[in-house]
């Protein structure tokens, strides 16, 4: 069994695989890559490093799209 | 298409170096479905539409966000900071929006008060000054102050947007004077944002002169959505030609239109 870490995503306590990249988690989640824009621990990461960043116990992850609003 | 508009020769509405042919802005929030907000929004004409930065939801479709809906090579996406009450958190929401990869331009709000979403404008300056500086093009959603509206335009913003009316209240202009104040003194476009309950409202609004209007709940809020954004669209057109065609003086006494002259004995 893979070893998994607490981390905070939106705001919700999640279980996830211990060295997973932000890449990895979109993917677990289902989301694509290009329609969410993810902040890690208050940091924008950008697309292309998205693979680059992996996550550690406590982080806290936000993913944000647009929605109606005025 | 001929509109009353092309016949006193108008100049488009330019923001932040980009020109367009609507001087309607609207929302895409609170309509009853996306069919209806998709049709509404191609009635009122308009080609810029805002939206805003939220979480995704985790625990549904995937298919919530907005941009499902709306076309980005068609429609001219604006962000907003709604529901941002700091300048910290307007900032951050400014980020995220522009890191969704559309454009550099933001509707920067920072609200104040709960009950009537006023701006908090100490706020919204702060938040201006550090945005504009990051090379935002900022639109910023201001009370109807002449001294706040020429404070943005100092800190750079692209464009500044007095209310009408607080956000959602459809009370209409409340002070066509001070929005009539802030734009003959502005250089930058004045775009009048939120209070417009219905097209008499959006018409005398542009009678005053400014450069466009920016409205959601009018059009979303209205028994039929999609007729409303037509009438928008006229009552933006209808108002700013009369602006341009130059209303006459205002008298408190009458004066005949029909000759005193020839009149039988």
New interface residues.
């Given amino acids: 069994m893979k070893h998994t870490i607490d981390i905070v995503?939106?705001?919700?306590p999640r279980a996830v695989a211990q060295g997973a990249t932000l890449l990895e988690l979109l993917a677990d989640?289902?989301?694509?890559p290009r329609?969410?824009?993810v902040?890690h621990n208050?940091h924008?990461v950008?697309r292309p490093a998205l693979a680059d960043v992996r996550v550690a116990p406590g982080d806290a992850i936000?993913?944000?799209?647009?929605?109606?609003?005025? | 298409m001929t509109t009353a508009v092309d016949l006193v020769q108008d100049t488009p509405f330019s923001v932040g170096g980009r020109t367009f042919q609507s001087r309607l802005m609207v929302g895409t929030g609170k309509y009853p479905d996306n069919d209806t907000m998709v049709r509404a929004i191609e009635a009122s004409g308009a080609e810029i539409v805002t939206v805003a930065v939220r979480r995704v939801d985790l625990d549904r479709s995937k298919h919530s966000s907005v941009l499902h809906h709306l076309d980005p090579k068609r429609f001219f996406l604006l962000a907003n900071t709604a529901g941002c009450y700091t300048a910290t958190d307007a900032v951050r929401y400014a980020r995220l929006a522009r890191e969704a990869g559309f454009n550099d331009f933001v509707k920067l709000e920072v609200i104040g008060d709960e009950e009537t979403l006023l701006p908090d404008v100490q706020g919204l300056l702060e938040a201006a000054k550090v945005l504009v500086k990051e090379g935002f093009k900022v639109l910023a959603y201001t009370n109807e102050d002449l001294v706040t509206a020429l404070r943005l335009e100092d800190a750079g913003c692209a464009a500044v947007m007095p209310l009408a009316s607080p956000i959602g209240s459809g009370l209409g202009l409340l002070n066509p004077f001070s929005v009539r104040t802030i734009k003959r003194r502005l250089r930058v476009p004045v775009v009048v944002d939120a209070g417009v309950g219905t097209a008499s409202d959006a018409c005398v609004t542009m009678e005053q002169g400014v450069d466009g209007i920016l409205m959601n709940t009018a059009i979303a809020a209205a028994r039929d959505p999609v007729a409303m954004g037509r009438a928008m669209r006229l009552a933006v057109e209808a108002g700013r030609a009369a602006f341009l065609a130059g209303r006459m003086p205002r008298r408190e006494v009458a004066l005949p239109s029909s000759p005193t002259e020839g009149m039988l004995d």
Avoid at chain 1, 29 to 32: F, Q, S
């Fill in positions: 995503i939106n705001g919700q989640l289902a989301l694509d329609a969410v824009v902040e208050r924008i950008r936000e993913l944000v799209h647009f929605v109606g609003g005025g």
